[in-house]
């Protein structure tokens, strides 16, 4: 089988195979040793011919080959059966193998918390999760979070989310979208919301340090607060945003900001919005520090005890797989 081959700006090669490039950094396989992580700006060139590669480019297009090194530093070409293109090296955002096992395409992160007060016999539990799978055109991400109040007596469920979001590309920046979730939120008054959405979103700003998306659409809510009554079904025309920032030397800081807005045409006068911020530090291979700042507001919010506003500022550690 042909051999992948990263090629260093200093004159050194490294072979073996290349498992995917993502936002700066290539993850490698060496041939007798551990997978290694190069920022993708020390590499001079590279070859991956051992497969048909899925690569984006930092300028939106989706092509599908494989890359050949070229004579001209920081240059490769990529030929395939209906792409043919001649790249940057610092152009490619996302690459991965295509043809091969369905797991190399799934990307995810996993983090924990806990903190402990032992002279209130209080402790707070938090975790959270994404999970991503792609296709040709087609992206798939399920995003967790929740915080836990633990004390000697009682066990707390505070605050807890779970989205499943589907994107479908018809054009290198332009996707349909369709969403399911789910929140309870003790602060606001709301034992359950569950969520579907439908919508259109458009990718609008992609580099080698940026990647940023929005979308706009409409979802229904159906709601429990806290003594138990139930909202029935709830229309909201809502708009999203994402927008995320990669520092790749040392040290290796990124930084996300997602924002929601929802207008309810249920209920008037009603608006909601949830927003988190986090920043994220790469302390080792694949284990990150990230310190989350989120709120929520709810105008009118479903229990009859709920405040308008929740926030909180959240530390963990994160796995990167």
Do not use: C
């Not at 790249?87 to 295509?98: A, G, K």
């Not at 903190?115 to 995003?143: A, H, Q, V």
């Not at 290796?252 to 608006?271: D, V």
């Amino acid at each position: 089988m042909p051999k992948d081959t990263i090629y260093f700006t200093n004159g050194s090669k490294v072979i073996g195979k290349l498992k995917k490039i993502k936002l700066g950094v290539v993850t490698f396989d060496p041939d007798d040793a551990n997978d290694i992580t190069v920022q993708l700006r020390k590499t001079k060139t590279l070859a991956a011919i051992r497969s048909v590669f899925r690569v984006e480019t930092t300028d939106d297009r989706v092509l599908f080959g494989r890359l050949y090194p070229d004579t001209i530093r920081g240059v490769v070409n990529l030929f395939g059966l209906a792409d043919s293109a001649t790249l940057f090296v610092e152009e490619l955002s996302v690459v991965y193998p295509f043809h091969k096992s369905s797991w190399e395409r799934f990307d995810g992160s996993i983090g924990l918390g806990y903190s402990y007060s032992r002279s209130s016999n209080f402790g707070r539990l938090n975790w959270d999760g994404t999970l991503i799978f792609k296709t040709r055109n087609d992206e798939y991400t399920l995003n967790t979070s929740a915080i836990y109040t633990i004390t000697d007596t009682s066990f707390s469920r505070d605050r807890e989310e779970a989205f499943f979001k589907y994107n479908h590309f018809f054009s290198a920046e332009w996707f349909y979208t369709g969403m399911l979730g789910y929140q309870r939120n003790l602060e606001l008054g709301l034992a359950t919301r569950l969520q579907e959405g439908v919508g259109i979103g458009n990718k609008f700003l992609t580099n080698k340090n940026m990647y940023s998306w929005a979308r706009l659409g409409m979802v229904l809510n159906q709601e429990k607060n806290l003594e138990g009554v139930k909202s029935g079904t709830l229309a909201e025309v809502y708009g999203q945003m994402e927008v995320n920032f990669f520092r790749f030397t040392k040290p290796e800081i990124s930084f996300q900001i997602i924002q929601s807005f929802y207008y309810s045409l249920s209920q008037k006068g009603r608006f909601r919005s949830d927003g988190e911020s986090t920043i994220t530090w790469k302390v080792f291979t694949d284990f990150k520090l990230n310190l989350s700042f989120y709120h929520n507001f709810d105008s009118k919010p479903p229990g009859e005890q709920g405040r308008n506003t929740d926030l909180g500022v959240i530390f963990g550690l994160s796995y990167i797989f």
